[in-house]
Nanobody, 125 residues
Framework: QVQLVESGGGLVQTGGSLRLSCAAS????????MGWFRQAPGKGREFVAR????????SYADSVKGRFTISRDIAKNTVYLQMDSLKPEDTAVYYC??????????????????WGQGTQVTVSS
């Protein structure tokens, strides 16, 4: 089992920045990749970014490319999501997720095995 705990959400004005953290514990050695997803009210869960746990390769949704940066600290078993130039449409609950196998497209939430409880990000206009 892997436990994920997110932190760092909050209220910020348009153009501002936030950094989300996701601390992993448990059988973290089995992690293949970590991802961030988000879900706005009335919408489905949307892929935001992903990082390979060992090699550090990253992928981003087009909507956040150039504004968000995903990174990880292996020693701390923590993944970060630096969010800059925030827009009102970035408002959502952000979830950290871990996957233990390479099977399936990284942008699909079904291929992730463990999830955090989510942290709210609200961007005011």
């Amino acid at each position: 089992q892997v436990q994920l705990v997110e932190s760092g959400g909050g209220l910020v004005q348009t153009g501002g920045s936030l950094r989300l953290s996701c601390a992993a514990s448990g059988r973290t050695f089995s992690n293949y990749a970590m991802g961030w997803f988000r879900q706005a009210p009335g919408k489905g869960r949307e892929f935001v970014a992903r990082i390979m746990w060992s090699g550090g390769e990253t992928s981003y949704a087009d909507s956040v490319k150039g504004r968000f940066t995903i990174s990880r600290d292996i020693a701390k078993n923590t993944v970060y999501l630096q969010m800059d130039s925030l827009k009102p449409e970035d408002t959502a609950v952000y979830y950290c997720a871990a996957r233990t196998t390479p099977y399936g497209y990284h942008g699909v939430s079904n291929y992730y095995d463990y999830w955090g409880q989510g942290t709210q990000v609200t961007v005011s206009s």
